[in-house]
């Protein structure tokens, strides 16, 4: 009986240290899934790593080109409200011409025009959500988008 008993006690034990196991895991987890803090000051320190996007584009450099896309992409998740929907469209543009490049074993500037051109009845609202998202930088930020290589005069 007392065999039984210190079988059934380890089995409590070892049942209990595994809830407490659970319930940890299941804490940091939640932690750890916590959606981020969406802020002007945050989105602009992330627009920061985006400094050199045009130029990348531009260049169509891929050692540039795939970190600044995905700092683009980041970029989305901290975006406050009034300004998420612009720049998710620009992020998501960006990314598709992007991966369509990145895709290419040819051509890259050839695979650049075509993914454009392909893209074309995105234009417009590509083009007003850039300009949004600039405004909203040079509002918030102090700073545009453009790099010097590309900004106009």
């Known amino acids: 009986m007392s065999a039984a008993w210190s079988n059934r006690r380890s089995l409590i034990l070892f049942l209990l240290v595994l809830v ?10 939640a932690f750890a899934k916590k959606p981020p803090t969406r802020s002007a000051a945050k989105l602009c320190e992330q627009l920061a790593q985006v400094d050199t996007l045009s130029t990348s584009i531009v260049t169509l450099d891929p050692t540039t080109l795939g970190p ?13 409200a009034d300004i998420q929907a612009q720049l998710s469209v620009l992020a998501t543009f960006v990314q598709e011409v992007a991966d369509a490049v990145r895709a290419s074993p040819v051509n890259k500037k050839d695979t650049l025009v075509a993914a454009l051109a392909e893209r074309q009845g995105r234009v417009d609202e590509v083009t ?8 909203w ?16 005069q």
């Open 68 to 80: 600044q896309v995905a700092e683009l992409q980041r970029a989305t998740s901290i975006a406050p």
């Open 128 to 135: 007003a959500a850039g300009q949004a998202v600039e405004g």
């Open 20 to 29: 407490i196991l659970a319930a940890t895991g299941i804490g940091i987890w």
């Open 137 to 152: 930088t040079i509002a918030n930020c102090g700073t545009s988008l453009r790099t010097t290589t590309t900004r106009r």
